[in-house]
């Protein structure tokens, strides 16, 4: 005979979806996208995270991430007055508080990112939602 051992699950195993604005980090440094990329490699060493970069109306346009900045910095046609908004695409994509960690999680997976902005509805910065490691 062979013993086998039982586990009880609750009524309840599929808990309630959770927020990103229960999820995410609100520590990463926001700065204005006319920063050089020298100077934010600086506050990133000082931070030692990323940061969430503002356009000139406080509205969020993306993150950059130490290892994007060292890539541009380590570039041929690196100089350096360049600034963060010439590094970052149009609008970095980003999320609202409201959306359940699953459904950012699969877009980040989707996107091959392993950070994301969160945004109000008038698009200013919260904090970031980041894959766990």
């Known amino acids: 005979m062979t013993l086998v051992q039982m586990q009880f699950r609750s009524v309840r ?22 920063m050089t990329v ?34 541009v910095r380590d570039g041929d046609a690196y100089t350096d007055r360049i600034r963060l908004r010439d590094v970052l695409a149009d609008r970095e994509p980003s999320t609202s508080p ?9 877009a980040m997976r989707y996107r091959r990112i392993d950070a994301l902005p969160v945004v109000d509805e008038q698009g200013s910065a919260l904090g970031v939602l980041a894959l766990a490691r």
């Open 13 to 34: 195993a599929n808990p309630a979806p959770q927020a990103v604005g229960d999820a995410m980090e609100a520590a990463w440094p926001q700065v204005c996208d006319d």
């Open 38 to 71: 020298e100077v934010a490699l600086s506050v990133m060493a000082s931070a030692r995270t990323g940061l969430l970069v503002c356009d000139e109306d406080g509205l969020c346009a993306g993150l950059v991430t130490p290892a994007q900045l060292a890539a």
């Open 98 to 106: 409201l959306t359940t960690t699953a459904e950012a999680e699969h």
